[in-house]
């Protein structure tokens, strides 16, 4: 029984609905010639060499031609005359090569190109993906030497010579990565931080001094009337036997030989005692040429420093000293070096401008330890190292440490303190304010500030020049991140 629906039958056997499709015609296929690899050189990419004017390039011979016409080479490099070319050159097509139509010698010859279906005798030409040969006897080349070439073979235009610095095996620029030597990274580091303004270079032992305390006339006027004193004692005691002027001298004499030796060996410990009972400031009511001090959090400025034996990053202090210990027969570490001490060596100390967040107010205060300031650090060292003539080949970073700075290490017991104040610690700042167009800073003061006399600790004064800073030991990490 018929159906209203036209139906027909697939190749495989399966009944579907609707109409067969009408075969459509095939459209014609073009073939072209396959495509030579170029390299990127636009002398042989056809069209686009049309755009840089490249597609007659003249032969270069011995002498100039007559009314013979040039040939170009379909896939060769460009080869240049070295006479003049006559005007009778034959029109090229281009498709991916440069090739023109060659007369022979008594009559015309077929020409082989890549494009075009006619050549100009109405012709079809043939067509070839490689250099072309046989059919004509081409014209030969007397070629004086290959042109430099106009472009990278890349394709794209530097702006420098094609073979300057080094090259890979690819022909591009070979890039040099890695550290760098690590001698000549330090010395850099060194000299830059010799060299810059913006770093303040303490390289002179600073701390208590017990000279400082005392004043020198107070001093010769004291070791004056010692002597005098002893000489009466000693004269009354051989002339009447009597020692009571002797001893009371003497007395006097330890007492305050006494004191002087408990001020060496506690003065440090004081003045840092009086640092943290200074009470803190706050910016927010600290008038102009104030001295206050404030305690807060560190931030780098523009100028990071790195500490010279752990290289601990972003600093704004970094102290580094070496020293020796001397014994009866030892060298000595400098020209003031006693025997059975320890000598500083080597000292590299180095401060930088730096912001301070105060903790009372809030504020952010740029403290000014940098471009040559006046700075008194009492910034804890921690012993990084110590070595004798046993373990001083155990440690070969720091043997490299004194190799940088010709430091020898015969036979020595050194011992290496190291300290820093890198960002986010925190830190106590005794200085003058000072606020110039809405910039709040902490400058050193004109003047010595004195301490005064503690005489709960049997302390003498001394004096503070310029900034102070504290900061407790950071090599335990505690610090606050930035």
Same mark, same amino acid.
């Given at each position: 029984m018929g159906s209203r629906f036209p139906s027909h039958q697939l190749s495989n056997g399966l009944y579907v609905s609707g109409r067969p499709e009408q075969p459509k015609e095939k459209a014609p296929v073009v073939c072209s010639a396959a495509m030579p690899y170029t390299g990127g050189d636009i002398k042989k990419s056809g069209e686009l060499g049309k755009m840089f004017d490249l597609h007659a390039e003249k032969s270069r011979k011995s002498g100039p031609l007559g009314n013979q016409p040039s040939r170009n080479t379909s896939f060769g490099g460009a080869a240049s005359n070295s006479g003049p070319a006559s005007s009778a050159v034959g029109r090229s097509n281009y498709s991916g090569s440069i090739s023109s139509a060659v007369p022979g010698t008594g009559g015309s010859a077929r020409a082989k190109t890549n494009s075009g279906p006619l050549n100009k005798h109405g012709e079809p030409t043939k067509r070839s993906s490689g250099p072309q040969s046989g059919g004509v006897t081409p014209m030969a080349r007397q070629n004086s030497g290959h042109l430099p070439p106009i472009l990278p073979t890349t394709g794209l235009i530097t702006s420098g010579p094609i073979t300057s610095g080094q090259l890979n095996s690819s022909g591009a620029p070979r890039k040099v990565s890695g550290a760098l030597d690590s001698n000549v990274s330090m010395k850099m580091r060194a000299t830059s931080f010799a060299h810059n303004q913006a770093v303040t270079n303490l390289n002179e032992e600073t701390g208590y001094s017990i000279r400082a305390s005392v004043p020198k006339p107070i001093l010769?006027?004291?070791?004056?009337?010692?002597v005098m004193g002893f000489v009466a004692g000693g004269f009354i005691l051989a002339a009447v036997h009597n020692s009571i002027l002797l001893v009371v001298v003497v %007395?006097?004499?330890?007492?305050? +030989? +006494?004191?002087?030796?408990?001020?060496?060996c506690w003065g440090t410990r004081g003045v840092t005692r009086f640092v943290s009972r200074y009470p803190d400031a706050d910016l927010r009511n600290a008038k102009d040429g104030e001295y206050v001090k404030v305690t807060g959090v560190v931030t780098c400025g523009n100028f990071p420093l790195e500490s010279s034996f752990q290289r601990v990053p972003r600093c704004v202090y970094t102290s580094t000293c070496l020293y020796e210990y001397r014994g009866w027969d030892s060298k000595a570490a400098?020209?003031?070096?006693?025997?059975f001490t320890w000598g500083l060596r080597s000292i590299e100390r180095h401060a930088v401008d730096f912001y301070i967040s105060d903790f009372q107010s809030g504020l952010r205060a740029l403290v000014k330890t940098g471009y040559g300031a006046r700075v008194t650090p009492y910034v804890d060292e921690s012993v990084v190292i110590d070595i004798n003539p046993e373990n001083k080949d155990m440690s070969p970073e720091f043997l490299r440490w004194l190799r940088e700075r010709n430091l020898s290490s015969d036979d020595r017991i050194m011992r290496l303190k190291e300290g820093y104040i890198n960002e986010g610690s925190t830190v106590s700042v005794i200085g003058v304010v000072?606020?110039?167009?809405? %910039?709040?800073? %902490? %400058?050193?003061?004109?003047e010595p500030f004195n301490t005064g006399c503690q005489w709960g600790k049997c302390l003498l004064p001394t004096s503070l020049d310029g900034l102070v800073l504290r900061c407790e030991d950071?090599?335990?990490g505690d610090v606050i991140p930035v």
């Open positions: 010769w006027t004291a070791i004056l009337l010692f %007395v006097i004499f330890g007492f305050i +030989a +006494a004191l002087l030796i408990w001020n060496i400098n020209t003031q070096h006693r025997r000072q606020r110039n167009d809405n %910039v709040l800073m %902490v %400058v050193p003061p004109p950071t090599s335990n």
